[in-house]
């Protein structure tokens, strides 16, 4: 599967890029042709796409609109877990139907809730009122239901985090659009309010020890990583064809030589991103904290590689490049989006070490 790419796709991504607001139209269309629905296996009503394909969607997408791209990563990765649970015979029927039947988008705020979650969680008759400001929230606007998380610190074992769907309907959620960045300024990453939201008892898909490592996190980390970086890996495809396109004709030495090193960055990004895919094996891969670890290593490796592409793209094309004429700087910015996915480079190389010496992930 393909998804069709509007013939203005990049001028609107200019234009919401300028405006700091989502495209809505694109997520539109994005339902429309069976986007959203296609890591749904065929047998649920969706078109059964791999994990490998729908980051090849993703980084086709993010040549012309990063932004959207990268906002359809976090609904992606989400559904990518649901189809890792399907393969271990594990029941997604319910978050399946949502997107086929109702086109569903999901709206991820794990990077913000990580191990420790916030908000407050307070028992009640059938299930919890929940509030919390989860940000960032990216696709809030278009999106129908948050998957998130609330720490429970009464519970009677001792401190949990509860995790959950809420829809972003239900009474007492709002939206306050706070999200105004450097980069990825169209992803609508704005900040989801919840104010004493009643959660029913079935809407809690997991509960857990606050503060301690979970094995769900894992699952998530191997289903999300190759998504989310496939989407960045479009934005230094789209960095080196603009930079060539510019230099066409030009055989100095230092632009043949910075046009070298352009693309073996490049080279190292799409590389190692690949491998993200080999390790997640369309699904079926074991969540061990050691996957964990590869997965997390390869993202701050792939990361600095689509960073160091894009840079050098503006290097070569000289002073052309830096303006905001250019879709260079503006890639350039949204490339730098990709730092702040779990986990930044310190917390990653912790992370690694730790599992190396047999310990926790986290301390």
């Known amino acids: ?3 069709t790419i509007p013939a203005d796709w990049a001028d609107q991504a200019r234009a919401h890029d300028r405006s700091g607001t989502i495209n809505v139209e694109a997520f539109d269309a994005l339902r429309t042709d069976g986007t959203t629905k296609a890591l749904v296996p065929v047998e649920f009503g969706g078109l059964g796409v791999s994990h490998a394909e729908m980051g090849a969607m993703l980084q086709s997408i993010a040549r012309f ?27 997604a029927s319910a978050t399946f139907r949502k997107v086929v039947d109702e086109s569903a988008v999901l709206i991820s705020t794990g990077a913000s809730d990580w191990v420790g979650s916030n908000g407050q969680a307070r028992r009640v008759d059938g299930g919890y009122r929940v509030s919390a400001r989860k ?33 972003l309907t239900a009474p007492g959620v709002s939206i306050d659009l706070t999200w105004d960045t450097l980069g990825q300024r169209a992803t609508g990453s704005h900040t989801v309010v919840l104010d004493d939201v009643f959660v029913p008892d079935a809407a809690i898909s997991l509960a857990r020890p606050a503060d301690q490592w979970h094995a769900v996190w894992n699952t998530v980390l191997g289903a999300a990583l190759p998504l989310i970086m496939s989407a960045y890996l ?11 396109a510019t230099v066409a004709g030009r055989t100095e030495q230092h632009v043949l030589q910075l046009l070298g090193e352009m693309l073996n960055a490049h080279t190292t990004a799409a590389d190692v991103i690949a ?8 699904l079926h891969f074991d969540n061990t904290d050691q996957i964990a670890s590869r997965m997390l290593s390869r993202k701050t490796v792939a990361s600095n590689a689509v960073i160091e592409t894009v840079r050098l793209a503006i290097e070569a094309t000289g002073g ?30 912790t992370f690694s070490g730790r599992v190396a010496q047999g310990l926790s992930p986290i301390g």
Not at 66 to 83: C, E, I
Not at 148 to 166: I, K, M, N
Request: net charge negative; glycine share 8%; hydrophobic share 40%.
């Open 234 to 244: 479009g934005i230094a495809d789209a960095a080196v064809e603009a930079a060539k």
């Open 65 to 91: 609109d990063p932004a959207t791209a990268v906002t359809l990563s976090m609904h992606a990765h989400l559904l990518a877990a649901q189809v890792w649970r399907h393969h271990r015979g594990l029941d």
């Open 320 to 349: 052309s490049g830096y303006t905001r004429a250019s879709d260079l700087e503006r890639l350039y910015r949204d490339a730098h989006g990709s730092l702040f996915h779990p986990l930044g480079r310190a917390k990653q190389t």
């Open 1 to 3: 599967m393909t998804t």
């Open 275 to 282: 491998a993200m895919f080999v390790d997640a094996e369309d």
């Open 135 to 167: 940000a960032p929230a990216s696709g809030c606007e278009v999106g129908t239901i948050l998957a998130t998380s609330f720490r429970w610190d009464d519970a009677p074992e001792g401190p949990q985090v509860l995790h959950c769907s809420v829809p």
